[in-house]
């Protein structure tokens, strides 16, 4: 019962690398999120996805692109990484659309940025 | 636009005492106040929400529109309790969840 899967769990990236964060989803949900935890923070949300082939900006999108692939997958892509990306990235996914269930999380990825 | 306050970053308590873990939002039409609720190492999971009106391993919240408030209470404290605790809100059909910063709970022997 995997529910939401991130990949990878620590990254380590020097300033001005690129990467994709990868997620998965195995419940059949229509809609998927990126956040960013700070500390001090809270959750903020990067991108999301209310369903496959729509993506719509957050709170903080600056320095990111994301792609719904299909209705399992959302990936999260830093083109050229930055110290201030510094974070740990949880994807969520959530039921129907204006439903309103609750969000699934994943179990993070810890990114630094030198 | 909407918001959500959580006033302290960090509270400590002892074990068996009450705790209240304060919420307080914006948002001028019918909200849906969710706890989110993240153990030692472990991912965030959904604690209550408030249309339930459920119990959930001792934690109640009641949404107070007046002060546009939801409250996150129990009575006694355990400290398998001590986790960080976001409250967040949705509004209108969103699919968006809004977060507060967080309050870090630790319950002391």
């Known amino acids: 019962n995997a529910g939401v899967t991130q990949t990878p769990k620590f990254q380590v990236l020097k300033t001005g690398q690129s990467m994709t964060l990868q997620c998965a989803q195995d419940m059949n949900h229509n809609s998927m999120y990126w956040y960013r935890q700070d500390p001090g923070m809270g959750l903020r949300l990067i991108y999301y996805?209310?369903?496959?082939?729509?993506?719509d900006k957050g709170e903080v999108p600056n320095g990111y692109n994301v792609s719904r692939l299909n209705k399992r997958e959302f990936s999260l892509r830093l083109e050229s990484a930055a110290p201030s990306q510094t974070s740990v990235y949880f994807c969520?996914?959530?039921?129907?659309?204006?439903?309103?269930?609750?969000?699934?999380f994943g179990s993070g990825t810890q990114l630094s940025v030198l | 636009a909407q918001r959500v306050t959580q006033p302290e970053k960090l509270l400590s308590v002892f074990k068996g005492a009450p705790v209240e873990l304060k919420c307080n939002y914006s948002?001028?039409?019918?909200?849906?106040l969710f706890w989110y609720v993240q153990y030692s190492r472990q991912r965030l999971q959904l604690l209550l929400r408030h249309i339930s009106r459920e119990s959930i391993k001792g934690f109640t919240a009641d949404l107070n529109k007046g002060e546009t408030s939801f409250h996150l209470k129990k009575p006694f404290a355990q400290e398998e309790d001590s986790a960080m605790y976001y409250c967040a809100l949705s509004w209108g059909g969103s699919e968006k969840l809004v977060f507060g910063k967080g309050t870090k709970l630790t319950v002391n022997p």
């Open positions: 969520a996914s959530s039921g129907n659309r204006g439903s309103n269930e609750k969000l699934f």
């Open positions: 948002y001028s039409g019918s909200p849906e």
């Open positions: 996805s209310a369903s496959e082939g729509t993506t």
